[in-house]
């Protein structure tokens, strides 16, 4: 018997339920693979679910299990490739960078260029100043950047090798033009997440070209304007979120800088030409936003030394946590106003009511539904925002890299609601005890990135994509979540999950499926 | 080479040497220098490929390999279901490579099987400055409180482990002992040691050796052994490819008692030193524990390859040719039934693919292993190279694979790689995740050939059908048709000789 067939072919999706395969998967669990007894994984399958293991779950010290969150260098290369030629270069074992182009190239769908020092045994004996040397002068020379912007691995880390040195012994080396931007950040992975990779990288390439270039160069002056600097932050959106973002800027005719803009360099045409570098933040432009009137962050625990840095030359800084739905648009329109000097046009206000008409509509399906909720720390906090703001009840939120003040942050959020009674945060858990959540305390649904994926199968709670990173679907993050467009965009992605899980779970013939309604 | 005049083999060495030269023109001298060692057109005849491998990548140069840590956790260890594997160190290297490489298992997972989880002991900066061992010993703990149901425990070395000096072993041998002699491995498979993937397989290796089997040399077999008991080693059942495999070898009377590692389990590697010959599919990668199985056990092995029907035919036959004429008859019996199917699939796709050219980058045995797959198809391999051969698999390449004038290249960079599709205009290229953008945003066919694009399985007659179907829905995709705007004027075919 075969059930390969030229004509129809079965790949692994069908192939293997065939007959002859079932009889050889049984044959080799029962023959080889010395398993325990049905009834034993059953009994531990069980367990699993249970108050009691959820007690040892939790009391876990060491052990991290299906983690939410990701290395520092991971972040600093997402916001290096936000600057208009730039090249990351990530100093240290070459391994790692394979990973963040590949985690990059997963969830964009998209090439993603950065390069290694390409340290081995004899940089981790003599340190990494050789491959620092030749790796810029290579770097140079074939892939011709504006600015190649450093970073480094853990290896780099520990051994303690000095990025500001280096580079500067590369130039007097001559491996690069002595006023050639070599901005960097020291991003040890032992230390936060990818949030704080990206906020170190972005404060060393604003240090960098207001402070001097590293002693190369004098400081900047400020010269106050009533212009405006935006970062996004490290955003899984950041495709669509930074084009909607220059769209209500332009509305609003403010002037801007977007500082770190991914949103070309990850989305590039295929009309026969490979863009290594396309769009971001011009090197100029990096320079002169130190005389904004004001930053705005969209992500504060994605930017807290960032800030902080700007801020000390004088600008107002303010920030965001991923801010979604009506209000948190709100205020960051209103901040934006506030600190340029600009009206929020009729426009906007008119998009704002469309929003909140959708809302209307629609909220009788999400009032009083239990949502659970993982990311980043200001992912959690916008969209958890949000759902109170729909009178849903985000029920358990959970950040890897969510630290006390994301918790307390998180609090307040539900304090300030009727709907956040009985809400709670969880800073520095990871998705296994999630999965104990999930069981001793069901959700209708739960929020995360693609792992989610197998909170869902195993707890069966419905899962809505949004996070990062989203490997198996294909252009979520080209579409919005902010502004009030990117709000009706969560909101439709919500309500799809609900109206879809209300038809599979009615669409039992005969039994269940008066309440397979055709008008909801 | 479907725009340009066909060109003699002698115009196209001429024409690839020229092209080696222009892309050496972008490096500085010193670099050159080195890249042009690793750069060469075969010519046929010769022993090997003509390139220098297995050394140290370029610092800047974008290389496209990864690291020893990806050797073994991602590729040898990651795939035992059984086992719980640690990735020891900080939180990224288990991140990214988290059920990214679709070594498919069956089993309850988080209960009896772990393979698509990601567990790491997410140092701190305080078990950099004080050490982890301590941190590793309570996670063990942790593991078999939770995981009760786990077979054994690797600890998987992330860079910073051999960098502060941690006794990862040490803390094995004594959480062994708590644990009643519940195996546990250490593997030194920190990134920072080797030039790529490949020092982590063979550190991978000579852990099974010294940690499982000098650990359960005598224990009893759980089954009886038979003459016909055989070892499938080095396929890490990406999208099935190890069950496409096992399949065959059972219908040709041989009985499969492990699988390495894809779908695999401890008691399978425990066992496979009794196994009267082992068949290897990735050399590369596990070349090292057949050999010491050899010396050690007197176990055999030969290599085989299951990529399209000519190298399946000679494959199956070959490993027939060690045993009796029950088997070999059964190989037969087997080819035979297969043929029909073969039959169909050449005669739906080889019309469509006759001809077209590939360019291929891979690792371990791809870049040779997957040639006669397409030449069964009628396409014609032009360019090949790897991510981290040593110099055997290139003088496995040249006396057995590829084509007089093939462009060879070894640990290629992104910009040699990009320039020499550029000028081939090859139909298709296979390569990884990092590539596939860059190409496909040029305009060129593009299948992923470490993961199958999500597809599989490739190997054995069945894999044979879906890797047809999918050469042929990349290449006569009708998006290809679209790149260029209808107003923007039509690219001019230049004979690429007179360049």
């Given amino acids: ?520 | 080479m479907s725009i340009v005049e066909p060109l003699s083999v002698e115009d196209i060495k001429a024409r690839n040497k020229e092209l080696i030269e222009e892309v050496l023109r972008i490096y500085p001298e010193k670099t050159a220098k080195r890249r042009a060692k690793h750069i060469n057109v075969h010519q046929s005849g010769k022993s090997d490929c003509g390139v220098k491998s297995n050394i140290k990548s370029i610092p800047g140069v974008m290389t496209i390999r990864g690291c020893a840590y990806a050797g073994s956790k991602g590729v040898v260890w990651g795939p035992i279901k059984d086992m719980i594997h640690i990735s020891h160190g900080p939180v990224g290297c288990g991140q990214y490579s988290w059920a990214s490489r679709r070594n498919y298992y069956i089993g309850v997972t988080g209960i009896d099987t772990f393979g698509t989880m990601q567990f790491t002991s997410d140092f701190q900066e305080n078990d950099i400055v004080f050490g982890g061992d301590k941190k590793l010993s309570k996670v063990i703990d942790e593991i078999q409180t939770l995981f009760p149901l786990n077979r054994g425990i690797s600890v998987q070395s992330e860079c910073p482990i051999g960098l502060i000096g941690d006794d990862i072993e040490a803390v094995s041998k004594n959480k062994s002992k708590e644990y009643d002699g519940k195996t546990i491995v250490p593997v030194r498979c920190e990134g920072f040691r080797g030039v790529s993937q490949s020092l982590g397989h063979h550190i991978a290796n000579d852990a099974v050796r010294d940690w499982i089997f000098d650990k359960s040399d005598g224990k009893p077999l759980a089954f009886e052994p038979s003459p016909y008991d055989v070892a499938i080693i080095g396929d890490y059942n990406i999208g099935g490819d190890a069950w496409s495999s096992r399949i065959l070898l059972e219908e040709m009377g041989l009985r499969v008692i492990a699988q390495w590692s894809g779908d695999g389990t401890l008691a399978e590697l425990e066992a496979t030193p009794r196994a009267k010959l082992n068949v290897l599919h990735c050399y590369r990668s596990m070349n090292y524990i057949s050999r010491h199985m050899e010396e050690k056990y007197g176990t055999p092995w030969v290599e085989y390859n299951f990529f399209g029907p000519t190298k399946i035919v000679e494959s199956l036959r070959k490993i027939a040719s060690f045993f009796d004429d029950r088997i070999k008859d059964g190989a037969e019996r087997v080819i035979a039934k297969y043929q029909p199917l073969v039959d169909s699939v050449i005669a739906k796709y080889k019309p469509r693919l006759e001809g077209k050219t590939v360019m291929l980058y891979v690792g371990g045995l791809r870049p040779r292993h997957v040639i006669g797959a397409y030449e069964d198809l009628g396409m014609e391999v032009v360019g090949t190279g790897y991510e981290f051969a040593h110099n055997d698999d290139y003088q496995r390449t040249a006396q057995n694979y590829v084509k007089d004038a093939t462009l060879i290249y070894d640990d290629v960079t992104g910009y040699e790689f990009e320039k020499f599709v550029e000028r081939m205009k090859p139909d298709l290229v296979g390569s990884g995740i990092k590539e596939k953008y860059i190409f496909q945003k040029m305009g060129v066919p593009f299948r992923q050939m470490h993961s199958w694009d999500y597809s599989g399985p490739y190997h054995g007659y069945d894999g044979f059908a879906i890797f047809a179907r999918d050469m042929d829905m990349a290449i006569n995709s009708p998006v290809w048709k679209l790149t260029k705007a209808p107003w923007t004027p039509k690219p001019q075919p230049l004979p690429l000789a007179a360049e």
Avoid at chain 1, 163 to 188: C, M, Q, R, W, Y
Avoid at chain 1, 299 to 325: D, M, R
């Fill in chain 1, 1 to 520: 018997m075969m059930t390969q067939d030229a004509d129809k072919v079965l790949d692994h999706f069908e192939l293997f339920r065939g007959a002859e395969y079932k009889e050889m998967f049984a044959n080799k669990q029962k023959n080889f693979e010395n398993r325990h007894a049905d009834g034993e994984v059953e009994r531990v399958r069980e367990w699993a679910k249970t108050p009691e293991y959820q007690e040892k779950n939790f009391a876990r010290e060491a052990l991290v299990v299906n983690p939410a969150k990701a290395c520092q260098p991971l972040g600093a290369v997402f916001a290096s490739l936000g600057f208009e030629g730039t090249l990351p270069f990530v100093h240290g074992s070459q391994g790692c960078v394979a990973y963040y182009r590949s985690h990059f190239s997963r969830h964009f769908k998209e090439p993603t260029s950065c390069v290694s020092s390409s340290m081995t045994e004899d940089a981790a004996v003599f340190g990494g100043l050789n491959n620092m040397v030749d790796g810029l002068a290579n770097t140079y020379a074939m892939y011709k950047p504006k600015m190649i912007a450093v970073s480094t691995t853990c290896m780099a880390e520990v051994i303690g090798d000095d990025l500001n040195a280096f580079i500067k012994t590369a130039k007097e080396k001559g491996s690069v033009p002595a006023e050639f931007d070599v901005p960097f950040a020291h991003t040890p992975a032992f230390v936060g997440s990818h949030v704080t990779g990206y906020d170190n990288a972005m404060k060393g390439i604003v240090e960098h070209f207001w402070d001097g270039k590293a002693g190369t160069a004098p400081k900047l002056e400020r010269t106050e304007t009533n212009a405006i600097n935006f970062i996004g932050g490290f955003d899984g959106y950041t495709v669509g979120n930074m084009r909607e973002i220059r769209r209500i800027f332009d509305l609003m005719n403010v002037q801007y800088t977007i500082l770190g803009d991914n949103s070309e360099v990850w989305d590039t045409p295929a009309d026969g030409e490979f863009r290594m570098y396309d769009g971001g933040t011009k090197l100029a432009e990096v320079e002169s936003a130190i005389n904004a009137r004001g930053t705005i962050s969209m992500q504060q625990f994605c930017t807290e030394k960032t800030l902080e840095l700007i801020a000390n030359h004088g600008q107002e800084v303010v920030s965001f946590n991923h801010p979604v739905g009506v209000k948190a648009t709100d205020e960051f329109l209103m901040a934006v106003a506030r600190i340029t000097g600009h009206e929020i046009p009729a426009e906007l206000e008119k998009e704002r009511g469309r929003l909140v008409d959708a809302i209307a509509d629609s909220n009788s399906h999400i009032h009083g539904k239990k949502f659970a909720i993982y990311g980043d720390p200001d992912l959690t906090y916008g969209l958890a925002a949000f759902l109170l703001e729909l009178g849903a009840e985000p029920v358990h939120v959970l950040a890897t890299n969510g630290n006390k003040a994301w918790a307390a942050k998180m609090r307040t959020l539900f304090d300030s609601s009727p709907f956040g009674v009985n809400c709670k945060a969880y800073p520095g858990k990871d998705l296994w005890h999630m999965r104990s959540l999930l069981f001793t305390g069901p959700v209708d649904f739960l929020i995360g990135n693609t792992y989610g994926k197998y909170l869902e199968r195993d707890t069966g709670t419905p899962l809505i994509r949004i996070g990062f990173p989203i490997f198996d679907r294909h252009h979520h993050h080209r579409r919005p979540v902010w502004g009030y467009q990117g709000a009706m965009n969560v909101l439709i992605t919500i309500l799809d999950r609900i109206f879809d899980q209300m038809d599979a779970t009615t669409n039992n013939t005969g039994q269940t499926d008066y309440s397979y309604d055709i008008i909801r």
